[in-house]
């Protein structure tokens, strides 16, 4: 019954879901600067009589659906941020902003999470209990997440679980797919600078070289993935930028490398940080360098409760079908913010396919990243199945 309620109320919202689509995608802002995001969302829930708060950690919007009945408490999440990236898509509705686009589906997060507002809302009378919806800034970056629950949103009414979808480009339109335990790593960064001796390159003896010492770092610290940790477990350590000297004949004096590690498990998340020093002391050291050492923690590994991942599975089955739920064999190591969520309450994340077919997936964070707007309705619809399933049980 309540199945095809959704359904019905999805379906004649749809047009309004996609308008905002538009709208958010045509005027994409930075983290922590969603100023116009937060003003067209808190324009929408006032539309549809929500109750909700602005300016939650600077730009955070917050709504709360209270159902006809007393119950939990469940939490919807989506993300507001763009990307520092010219949008190079096909599109009617490309970015007006310059160097600015919604290139990782955060525009259809926040007009899906509009759409299961709309379908809830009409709902309340079959809801026991309460819906809170979040509109997350900073995802991308500085992390949102941390700051809104610092703020309070996980509380008053103190909340009991909570769901958030992600549109995913190496699957298939059509398709959630869903995952118990890890599904997403923790995405830390490092940087360390070699602190050498400077001097001309035709006598390096003169001087104490920071590239030769850096690139020895570099070749030793990924032995510590492939010799120091399990391979029947997982972790990643990459270097992505190194920045050392200007001239084809100069020795710097200084080698600055930044990189990221990834990993599931607080065991590995400590131990990392501890070797890759380990390795830059004994290599500066023995060829008379010095170095700097910089380890910053960003947002936890993102693991999902299975309890609430059957409950989103079996409530995505009734509004896609038994055929189109499949579980991720392997989690991803891409960082997600919504893992803060999951420290606190019982959570769970699921993936929306958007790629056509299996030989062109879609490139998030890419200057031609689309996708079909219909996908939209699969978030609305699958949330709020998923929050009606819960505050039901």
Not at 252 to 281: C, Q, W, Y
Not at 283 to 294: D, H, N, R
């Amino acid at each position: 019954m309540c199945t095809n309620i959704i359904n019905k109320i999805g379906d004649d919202n749809y047009s309004q879901m996609v308008e905002l689509r538009h709208q958010f995608h045509m005027y994409p802002e930075l983290g922590y600067e969603e100023f116009k995001t937060a003003k067209t969302i808190g324009d929408e829930l006032e539309r549809l009589g929500i109750e909700y708060k602005t300016n939650v950690a600077k730009t955070g919007v917050v709504g709360l659906i209270k159902g006809n009945h007393p119950g939990k408490t469940v939490l919807l999440r989506a993300d507001m941020d763009a990307l520092r990236i010219n949008e190079e898509a096909d599109v009617e509705y490309k970015s007006r902003v310059e160097n600015c686009m919604h290139a990782c589906g955060h525009d259809g997060h926040m007009a899906g999470l509009l759409g299961a507002a709309m379908i809830l809302n009409d709902m309340k009378d079959k809801i026991h209990g309460n819906v809170k919806l979040i509109f997350q800034p900073a995802e991308e970056e500085q992390g949102g997440a941390k700051p809104m629950i610092d703020e309070g949103i996980m509380e008053n009414p103190k909340v009991d679980a909570a769901f958030g979808c992600h549109l995913w480009g190496e699957m298939l339109e059509g398709e959630v797919h869903v995952r118990k335990g890890a599904m997403m790593a923790a995405p830390d960064l490092f940087r360390f600078t070699v602190k050498g001796k400077g001097g001309h390159g035709a006598v390096p003896h003169l001087s104490v070289d920071p590239i030769v010492i850096a690139a020895q770092v570099i070749n030793n610290i990924q032995s510590i993935v492939s010799r120091r940790i399990s391979p029947l477990e997982s972790a990643v350590i990459s270097f992505g930028c190194i920045n050392g000297g200007k001239s084809h004949n100069v020795i710097p004096n200084d080698v600055e490398v930044v990189g990221t590690v990834r990993t599931f498990s607080e065991e590995h998340r400590k131990f990392i940080p501890r070797a890759m020093e380990d390795i830059l002391k004994a290599v500066t050291e023995c060829q008379g360098a010095s170095y700097e050492f910089k380890y910053e923690e960003k947002y936890p590994a993102l693991i999902n409760d299975e309890k609430m991942t059957e409950l989103a599975r079996n409530s995505f089955k009734k509004i896609l079908g038994e055929d189109k739920v499949f579980d991720m064999k392997e989690p991803t190591m891409g960082g997600e913010d919504f893992a803060y969520f999951g420290q606190l309450v019982p959570s769970s994340f699921i993936f929306v396919g958007i790629s056509k077919d299996n030989d062109n997936l879609v490139a998030h964070h890419h200057p031609k990243f689309k996708w079909n707007d219909k996908n939209v309705l699969t978030i609305a619809k699958g949330l709020a199945q998923t929050a009606i399933d819960y505050l039901s049980e």
